[in-house]
């Protein structure tokens, strides 16, 4: 009674058939304009609620944040993350106590590894070091850049969480991107829409099988990981995020808290995974726009020469002196709408949203990409501008609708990193290189592959060394 207004679903498929199996996106928008920014569907015969537009974001995700920052828990991405069922890591962990101390520990542990200080900068500076020299041998000639960005983000995920840097060509580092692109492909595509639209079909041998395949063998290659680092580690002396994890464990000893070594090891998955590819997604987009509008790339390499003027590297506090870069990245970060449809939520009791009523149990789905593209909230809302983000006088201001990160305590637990590696990534390679587009590459297609985390299509950049 009184729950959003949204398409009839038929028995078994729901409201499958509405949307397309290639990007839901477009599909979205289009039934927002016919039943409004809070509508129903049905998944399979699940009942999901799509929230569209800031002010029904902030309503649902800060105001009400109680009751909407649960976690769906029978989708196919928990069915194929979570190895154990005691061990559901964060990201996927439903609104509990458990995810509360794991969110906690989180921030605090990227804290004490020196984010927000000169020593993770020092960490992303130094693999941004290693991308330039392989696109300093690469000068003059096209190059698809996509690996390069992927090994980059997870080189310096495998930093923190294991002190490691590996090279390119390591097998672990191949595994661990060929597992985020080969189980994101399943879980986005339309064996994973059909795992959670039609229940009946889960226990049947389709191609799903293998993403549940791939993530135990990375669960089992994590558990080896934390059994060799065992061997050397000296409690009180935390190297990285799995020493401050088993120094936490001694202290709580048998607490009966959430805290385990099954649950550490679906933390690293966590991290290492959402580190990755939203990260090199982000940056893969940036060079995309900056060769496409070479004005835009020219004037931010003129304010970068002058800021750091004198100095041998790029800080992230110089951003405060680069007023139209700073608005140049945000802006591609909106354009590319890397996570358009958040990490799906869930009600954890009964409650209302813009007047209407919404049970417990219901599937959230914050639509990000709305608010991203919100008529209203931009100067110009579907088109690559600068000026979204700069005022009159020429300074950097964040409109309330940039939500990337998405907002409430479920908001990106990364996100402080990450906004440091785009910075320092851009910054960096703008000062070394001219971005420039193949004559051979046609027209740029901008539109993204859909999923829960969006990549541009594959493209090649030239570069050129700077005099
Ligand atoms: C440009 C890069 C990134 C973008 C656009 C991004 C975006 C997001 C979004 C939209 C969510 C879902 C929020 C929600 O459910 O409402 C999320 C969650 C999360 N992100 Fe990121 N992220 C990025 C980088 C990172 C990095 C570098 C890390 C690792 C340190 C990270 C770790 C996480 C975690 C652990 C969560 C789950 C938080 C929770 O459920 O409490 N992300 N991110």
Known sequence: KNFPPGPRPIPVLGNLLELSLESPLADLERLA??????????????????????????????????????????????????VKDHAPGVILADNTPGWRDHRRFGLMTLRDLGLGKQTMEQRILGEIECVTKILGEKAGKATDPQLLFHNAASNIMCQILFAKKFDYDDEFMKFSVGLMHETSKIINGRWGMIYDYVPIVRKLPLPFRRAFELFKMSHDKRMEMLAENKKTRVPGKPRHFIDCYLDELDKRGNDGSSFSEDQLCALLLDLHFAGTDTTANSVLTAFLYLMNYPEAQERCQQEIDKVLDGKDQASFEDRHQMPYTQAVIHEIQRLADTVPLAVFHCTSKDTELMGYSIPRGTIIIPNLSSVMFEEG?????????????????????????????????????????????????????????????????????????FGTTQTPKPYRMKVQLRG
């Not at 105001?63 to 769906?72: E, L, Q, T």
């Open 377 to 449: 909230q931009w100067k110009s809302p579907r088109e690559f501008n600068p000026e979204n983000f700069l005022n009159e006088q020429g300074e950097f201001v964040k409109p309330d609708a940039f939500l990337p990160f998405s907002t409430g305590p479920r908001k990106c637990l990364g996100e402080a990193l990450a906004r440091m590696e785009l910075f320092l990534f851009v910054v960096t390679l703008l000062r070394k290189f001219k971005f420039i587009w193949p004559e051979d590459a046609g027209e740029p297609d901008y539109i993204p592959v």
């Open 33 to 82: 304009k016919r039943y409004g920014n809070v509508y129903s569907l049905f998944m399979g015969p699940r009942p999901a609620v799509v929230i569209n537009g800031l002010q029904a974001l902030k309503e649902a995700l800060v105001d009400k944040s109680a009751d909407f920052s649960g976690r769906p828990q029978d989708l196919m991405v928990n069915r194929a993350v979570q």
